[in-house]
């Protein structure tokens, strides 16, 4: 089955830097990749998904890319503001499957 | 509007005591179904899923059954729970044929 695997599981980022979260799949099938963003003691929520067909996709100041070759993709979060500060998990699953495997999830904190 | 609702909060249970965790979607029909542990540094690992009444797919062998007996209902249970147990269990829905996930506001359970 799929593996999704993330890094860093912590990173820590002065107000207005870039982050930078990637992650890695197994499953070359895969072509529905979401990233969500759980803020502390809330619940998950989807920020921003790309799929197999593009190479990179925008959101103000979040992006997302997507290298198929290499079975990566990465989430870039631009001029940083404290209410960044969250947990990210990333996830893939085949379209049609509707079953999502996540990553272990990176805890973002960004300093004022 | 579609809303999830997931009870209880919070729950602290003993070992070898049996759990129900029920969550009901409304606003929508035929939903997919989904239930979610998040334990540190696992991120969210996929315990079930349904895609229609009485369709239940285990996804990791454990302690721990599903069932839906209803279209917008969907219950965890276990007969007797064990340590291994403990974390925050997450319910989820999504529409029919699409990935997008929507998460309840999840029940912390504590296996003593």
């Known amino acids: 089955g799929e593996n999704v695997e993330q890094h860093p599981s912590t990173l820590s980022v002065q107000e207005g830097d870039s982050a930078v979260i990637k992650c890695t799949y197994s499953?070359?099938?895969?072509?529905?990749f979401p990233w969500y963003k759980q803020e502390l003691g809330k619940r998950p929520q989807l920020i921003i998904d790309i799929r197999s067909n593009v190479g990179e996709k925008k959101d103000q100041r979040i992006a997302v890319t997507l290298n198929k070759t290499a079975k990566h993709f990465s989430l870039h979060i631009t001029e940083t503001q404290p209410e960044d500060s969250a947990v990210y998990f990333c996830a893939a699953s085949i379209e049609g499957f509707q079953k999502l495997v996540f990553g272990t999830g990176t805890r973002l904190l960004v300093s004022p | 509007s579609q809303t999830i609702h997931q009870w209880p909060a919070t729950l602290v249970q003993p070992v070898g005591s049996p759990l129900s965790l029920e969550c009901t979607v409304e606003?929508?029909?035929?939903?997919?179904l989904y239930w979610y542990r998040q334990a540190a540094g696992r991120g969210l690992q996929l315990l079930f899923y349904?895609?229609?009444?009485?369709?239940i797919s285990s996804e990791v062998p454990q302690n721990l059954s599903a069932s839906r007996p209803q279209d917008r209902q969907f219950i965890l249970s276990s007969k007797k729970l064990l340590l291994s147990d403990s974390g925050f269990y997450l319910c989820?829905?999504?529409?029919?044929?699409?990935?997008?996930?929507?998460f309840g506001s999840g029940t912390q359970l504590s296996v003593l």
């Open positions: 989820a829905w999504s529409h029919l044929g699409r990935e997008k996930l929507f």
């Open positions: 349904s895609v229609g009444i009485g369709q």
């Open positions: 606003g929508t029909s035929n939903p997919n």
């Open positions: 499953d070359s099938a895969s072509n529905y």
